[in-house]
């Protein structure tokens, strides 16, 4: 058996392994080792080798961007910062039909602003919102499916981990990527509002309206919101303006999060260890993930197969609009029962080969951004995605009394609002690119 056919077979048992529950960091750490096992026909070689990518691995100063963003979305969740988004947007527009369930949309696009997790976005709104849209007269099925695709957002509107991950793997700047993203994130949110006004009209009777506030308490809404604007702007005006890194921005919103939540009350000695604690976990199973990654793609580079594909590729002649089609297609497909991070570190040694090798008339830069914007949109896809998108459960696990079949049928409008947006973001990249070449 040749080393790439090796490799080839290498996919069926990783899922094989997956399937059978075992650790996606262990099963491609497994695949990794072993296949480079084979391939060397001894051991010598492999020991050295996990030395060596455990340690350029975990050398790398951009992975500590990681912790720090995701201590701040700890502390951003214990400071009521989440709440204080959700009433802000509900003192404006919960009166309308449907407001309510938009509200917690433009919530959830805040609260993504400073959480670079759309799990933790999902989890932690779905605390908030939902006993409010339960409260309003929202049927379940819509109240969870609002809240599975605005939690998709945290990791779409910068900062988002995964876009972090994507600039180690391809070596781009994080900045730019965090950049090119802002835009693409905002019409998802807009585009989220504008299917649940549709479903307003469509089917009435499952959305429910609130008074009314007096404009004295939506102006007090709005001010107690001054510190997610304030760390927005600090952390991200000062990324992109140039006066501080990522990993620096990472550490003054986590600081100021921090401030905040011990500002708000929620921040003692025992929320802050539990806060230090999750983020360890998430941390550990993140760079779990990182590290058999790292050794996988290895052995993927030993066996020349993602060299051999974009070969291959290229020289079918087919046209690159319908290359990067059939890839994002396979996205959402392995979206189904793969999580975002796993599914980056897994196929983009082998597709973004294959993109750069192909003409969309774009720079290599402008076009490795874009082709980062557009998997992350389709990675997000696959978190709603019936019938495994883990949004769905997450959101749903809180709302006991909502069948999930109920959420599956409410969640499909998300999707087909993914679908337009990701069409039109193909075909008009100036979209996403634009404010980089500002």
């Given at each position: 058996?040749?080393?790439?056919?090796?490799?080839l077979?290498?996919?069926?048992f990783?899922?094989?392994?997956?399937?059978?529950?075992?650790?996606?960091?262990?099963?491609m750490?497994l695949c990794?080792?072993?296949?480079s096992?084979?391939v060397y026909?001894?051991?010598?070689?492999?020991l050295?080798q996990l030395k060596?990518?455990?340690?350029t691995?975990?050398?790398?100063y951009?992975?500590s961007?990681?912790?720090l963003?995701?201590?701040?979305g700890?502390f951003?969740a214990?400071?009521?910062?989440?709440?204080?988004?959700?009433?802000?947007a509900?003192?404006?527009?919960g009166?309308r039909?449907?407001?309510?369930a938009?509200a917690?949309i433009g919530?959830?696009a805040?609260?993504?602003a400073?959480?670079g997790s759309?799990l933790?976005?999902a989890?932690?709104?779905g605390?908030?919102a939902?006993?409010?849209l339960?409260?309003?007269?929202?049927?379940?099925?819509?109240?969870?499916?609002c809240l599975?695709a605005g939690g998709t957002?945290?990791?779409?509107?910068p900062?988002?981990?995964?876009?972090v991950?994507?600039a180690?793997?391809t070596e781009q700047?994080?900045?730019?990527l965090?950049?090119?993203?802002?835009?693409?994130?905002i019409?998802a949110?807009v585009?989220?509002m504008?299917t649940?006004?549709?479903?307003a009209?469509?089917k009435?009777q499952?959305m429910?309206?609130?008074?009314p506030?007096?404009?004295?308490e939506r102006?007090?809404?709005t001010i107690?919101t001054?510190?997610v604007v304030?760390?927005f702007?600090v952390?991200?005006?000062?990324?992109y303006?140039g006066l501080?890194t990522?990993t620096e921005?990472?550490?003054?919103?986590?600081a100021?999060t921090?401030i905040?939540?011990w500002l708000?009350?929620?921040?003692?000695r025992?929320?802050?260890m539990?806060s230090?604690?999750?983020?360890?976990?998430?941390?550990?199973?993140?760079?779990?993930?990182?590290l058999?990654?790292?050794l996988?793609n290895?052995?993927l580079?030993l066996?020349?197969?993602p060299?051999?594909?974009a070969?291959?590729?290229?020289?079918w002649?087919?046209?690159?609009i319908?290359?990067?089609l059939?890839?994002l297609?396979l996205?959402?497909?392995l979206?189904c029962f793969?999580?975002?991070?796993s599914?980056i570190?897994?196929t983009i040694?082998?597709?973004?080969?294959?993109?750069?090798?192909l003409?969309?008339g774009?720079p290599?830069?402008e076009l490795?951004?874009?082709?980062g914007i557009?998997?992350l949109i389709?990675v997000?896809?696959?978190?709603?995605t019936p019938?495994?998108?883990?949004?769905?459960f997450v959101i749903?696990s809180m709302?006991k009394?909502?069948?999930i079949?109920h959420?599956?049928?409410?969640?499909l409008p998300?999707v087909t609002?993914d679908?337009v947006?990701?069409g039109?973001?193909?075909a008009?990249?100036?979209i996403?690119?634009?404010?980089?070449?500002?």
């Amino acid at each position: 058996m040749s080393s790439i056919q090796l490799a080839l077979w290498s996919f069926p048992f990783l899922l094989l392994l997956i399937f059978v529950r075992v650790p996606i960091g262990l099963s491609m750490l497994l695949c990794g080792l072993g296949g480079s096992w084979i391939v060397y026909g001894n051991a010598a070689p492999i020991l050295n080798q996990l030395k060596q990518v455990t340690y350029t691995t975990f050398a790398n100063y951009n992975l500590s961007v990681i912790p720090l963003f995701l201590l701040m979305g700890q502390f951003a969740a214990l400071g009521g910062l989440s709440r204080a988004l959700f009433k802000a947007a509900e003192a404006w527009i919960g009166h309308r039909k449907g407001g309510v369930a938009m509200a917690a949309i433009g919530a959830c696009a805040g609260f993504g602003a400073i959480c670079g997790s759309s799990l933790a976005t999902a989890a932690t709104m779905g605390q908030v919102a939902l006993p409010e849209l339960k409260r309003a007269g929202y049927a379940g099925g819509i109240s969870t499916a609002c809240l599975a695709a605005g939690g998709t957002l945290g990791i779409l509107i910068p900062p988002s981990v995964v876009l972090v991950i994507y600039a180690i793997l391809t070596e781009q700047n994080i900045a730019k990527l965090f950049l090119a993203a802002f835009v693409p994130g905002i019409l998802a949110a807009v585009g989220y509002m504008i299917t649940i006004a549709i479903y307003a009209r469509l089917k009435p009777q499952e959305m429910g309206t609130m008074p009314p506030m007096p404009m004295k308490e939506r102006i007090a809404a709005t001010i107690a919101t001054w510190p997610v604007v304030v760390i927005f702007l600090v952390v991200v005006g000062g990324i992109y303006s140039g006066l501080f890194t990522p990993t620096e921005g990472a550490a003054i919103g986590a600081a100021g999060t921090g401030i905040a939540a011990w500002l708000g009350g929620g921040l003692n000695r025992k929320t802050l260890m539990d806060s230090v604690l999750g983020t360890a976990v998430a941390t550990g199973m993140i760079f779990m993930i990182v590290l058999g990654a790292g050794l996988y793609n290895t052995f993927l580079a030993l066996s020349q197969l993602p060299q051999e594909a974009a070969t291959t590729v290229a020289g079918w002649g087919l046209s690159p609009i319908l290359v990067l089609l059939a890839i994002l297609v396979l996205y959402v497909i392995l979206g189904c029962f793969m999580d975002s991070l796993s599914m980056i570190l897994l196929t983009i040694p082998v597709f973004f080969p294959i993109i750069m090798a192909l003409d969309f008339g774009l720079p290599p830069e402008e076009l490795a951004i874009w082709f980062g914007i557009l998997v992350l949109i389709v990675v997000e896809v696959g978190l709603i995605t019936p019938p495994v998108g883990m949004n769905l459960f997450v959101i749903n696990s809180m709302a006991k009394d909502t069948p999930i079949l109920h959420t599956y049928r409410a969640i499909l409008p998300f999707v087909t609002s993914d679908f337009v947006r990701t069409g039109i973001l193909i075909a008009f990249p100036s979209i996403t690119l634009f404010l980089l070449r500002l």
